[in-house]
Structure formats: structure tokens, C-alpha cells
């Protein structure tokens, strides 16, 4: 007629009855019941993440990292809890983002976005050159892969002189015009403005 009742430590499920009661003929109502570790389900994947199971018995734990370019946002550890649900959320790998770039005098740059292997390109206005790398490649350490580039007025060398004639001008600047001329008695082959 004694009864004895089972309970499991935190963390361990009962299986089986959790109260037996001695019978007359001296054996025990039910068979002896067990306590079996709680379990949690395989972790969910994140995107852009990895996750290092440790296992999935209470008080496991999973860890969590991003792949390269991308970091991780909330707990890099979960904890298997004794109701066999995961402890500390689950996080995110958000993309690497560079600095906005660096405006350059007489030009222009143009993107989509600035995340890790994403690219700027630059370019000049009209009558400037372009000293530099035109593409720049943001990188797994939010910095840009090389230095901006700038921009430098285009200027021609100045023109060569002619036999009997001379050159009116001083401003080899982009869009600028020379003049040749002929000294008197001689007539100009070619064009006269370039």
C-alpha cells in the first residue's frame, strides 16, 4: 500500500508513471519510470550565417558567425532550456557596409549600395581627366580597396611653331582655340584655328 512518486532534475523529462504503489503481492503497480534529457530541435539556419551546433541536450549551447562580409546582429550563443526550446533568440548577419566615398573636385561618383564586395565608380566632368583607379571595392574591413581618385583640367601641349607664320594664343585649357598666322607675302596651308 506505500506509494512512491518520481520527479526528474531540470532539465530530464519523466517517462512513465510518475507514482507506483506497492501491491499485496509484493510487486509494483507500474513498471519503474525514467527521467530522459530534455531535447532541443536542430537550430534554425540564418542567412548569410553559420551555426556550430554543440549539441542538443539542456544546457547545450549553439554558436553563431557570419560568413565574411556580413556581421552578426544579437547573441552569438543559444542555450538549449529545460522546456526543450532555445535560450537568447535567434540572431542576423546584416552586410558589411563601407563609408560614404569621398566627393572629388570637378567630378561625380555612383553606386547601388556600399556593402562588402560592392563597387563606386568614378568619373570627371567634361574638360578634366581622370588620375586614378575609377572603380573602388568595399572591403571586409568597411574600408575602401584604394584611394579615391581626382579629377585634373585637361591642358594640350603647347603647339609647335610654323615657318614663316606665328600661333595667337596662350590657353591650351580643354576647349580652348590657337590661331596661326602667316607673316606677309606667305598664305596658310591647312586650317587656320585649332
Not at 591650351?172 to 590657337?178: D, H, L, N, R, T
Amino acid at each position: 500500500g506505500s506509494t512512491v512518486s518520481y520527479t526528474c532534475m531540470d532539465g530530464f523529462l519523466l517517462k512513465g508513471t510518475s507514482t507506483i504503489i506497492c501491491q499485496a503481492d509484493g510487486t509494483w503497480s507500474s513498471p519503474l519510470p525514467e527521467c530522459i534529457p530534455v531535447e532541443c530541435p536542430q537550430p534554425e539556419e540564418i542567412q548569410n550565417g553559420i551555426v556550430d551546433v554543440q549539441g542538443l541536450t539542456y544546457l547545450s549551447t549553439a554558436l553563431y558567425s557570419c560568413k565574411p562580409g556580413f556581421e552578426l546582429m544579437g547573441n552569438t550563443t543559444i542555450l538549449c532550456g529545460e522546456d526543450g526550446r532555445w535560450l537568447g533568440g535567434e540572431p542576423s548577419c546584416k552586410p558589411i557596409e563601407c563609408s560614404k566615398p569621398r566627393e572629388i573636385k570637378n567630378g561625380r561618383y555612383s553606386y547601388v549600395d556600399l556593402h562588402y564586395r560592392q563597387t563606386i565608380t568614378y568619373s570627371c566632368d567634361r574638360g578634366f581627366r581622370l588620375e586614378g583607379q575609377r572603380v573602388l571595392t568595399c572591403l571586409e574591413t568597411r574600408e575602401w580597396d584604394i584611394r579615391a581618385p581626382s579629377c585634373r583640367a585637361i591642358n594640350c601641349d603647347p603647339p609647335q611653331p610654323i615657318e614663316n607664320g606665328f600661333v595667337e594664343g596662350a590657353d591650351y585649357s580643354y576647349g580652348a582655340m590657337v590661331i596661326y598666322s602667316c607673316i606677309p607675302g606667305f598664305q596658310l596651308s591647312g586650317l587656320a584655328m585649332q
